[in-house]
């Protein structure tokens, strides 16, 4: 079993910052690209950043500069770093990883998402 684990999520007030955090747990043998995804209410799931095994990171243009993507691999575990948040930024948010479990002694390569943490920007 494969659980992945978000934390962090909250109320702040425009300007503010929000860290989140995404615990991957089980069976892992590896875990290639991780991210973050947001769905607003009415609207499809988007990408907000990705990270690679290697660190490379891509970001949606709305948050360059904002936010910050990093991972910790000893922890199996990826954060989101939200300063300057806008009311824009409220939404689910949620975490997404690409990794290969093993049970059983055989081993799949899956692609996992968390439950979802809830961010909301007003004042």
């Known amino acids: 079993q494969v659980q992945l684990v978000e934390s962090g999520g909250g109320l702040v007030q425009p300007g503010g910052s929000l860290r989140l955090s995404c615990a991957a747990s089980?069976?892992?043998?590896?875990?290639?690209?991780m991210g973050w995804y947001r769905q607003a209410p009415g609207k499809q799931r988007e990408l907000v950043a990705r990270?690679?095994?290697?660190?490379?990171?891509n970001y949606a243009d709305s948050v360059k500069g904002r936010f910050t993507i990093s991972r910790d691999n000893a922890k199996n575990t990826v954060y989101l770093q939200m300063n300057s948040l806008k009311p824009e930024d409220t939404a689910v948010y949620y975490c997404?990883?690409?990794?290969?479990?093993?049970?059983?002694?055989?081993?799949?390569?899956?692609?996992?998402w968390g439950q979802g943490t809830q961010v909301t920007v007003s004042s």
């Open positions: 089980g069976s892992i043998f590896s875990i290639y690209g």
């Open positions: 997404n990883a690409d990794l290969k479990y093993c049970s059983g002694g055989d081993c799949y390569r899956n692609n996992y």
């Open positions: 990270i690679s095994s290697g660190g490379s990171t």
